[in-house]
């Protein structure tokens, strides 16, 4: 499962340039905390349903990845025979021998579901906090000179403790 998250900080959708849907749709730009659960989009209708772009299936799959876990059996087969062999709702009821409607409703579970876990757990908002403050701290520490390295370390410091400390602030209490 690690491995995967090396993707998540080098793409787009990650940087906040462009995080479409649902809980993280505002992660990057709002300091940390989302506007809006994952919703369906202009595409819900369609076999893809609320995700039909590749910065949601993209979203949705690290969703996936860090709360799988979590899913009943079901809605985790479902979820991912839809990502990761791109299934049709006909190809994946014919497959777990139920109807395409079931399949359908395994999946709108699945990702409320998905929604609901990162809204209450927020892993990859943090994670998004963590490659936000790692490449900070590198870009302080790689235009560190030896007029600016006091600040420089400040910085860094201030940003790996910001990790460290889970990106909340001390309250004192």
Known sequence: MTARFHLVYDCQVCKGDRLDSGVVSSVAKSGGKPKAPLA???????????????????????????????????QRE????????????????????????????????AKKALSQFERKLGLFRRLLHEGKCVGEAIAAL????????AESREIALKLLKSVRDGGEEQSGV
């Open 40 to 74: 369906a989009g202009p595409e819900a209708g369609s076999s893809y349903g609320a995700y039909a772009s590749p910065e949601r299936v993209h979203e949705l799959s690290v969703l996936r990845d860090l709360y799988e876990g979590l899913l009943p059996p079901r």
């Open 142 to 149: 790689s235009a560190m000179t030896r007029e600016n390295w």
């Open 78 to 109: 479902v979820i991912a025979m839809k990502l990761d062999e791109d299934l049709s709702l006909a190809e994946m009821a014919e497959r777990l021998g139920v109807s395409r409607q079931a399949c359908e409703d395994a999946l709108k579970r």
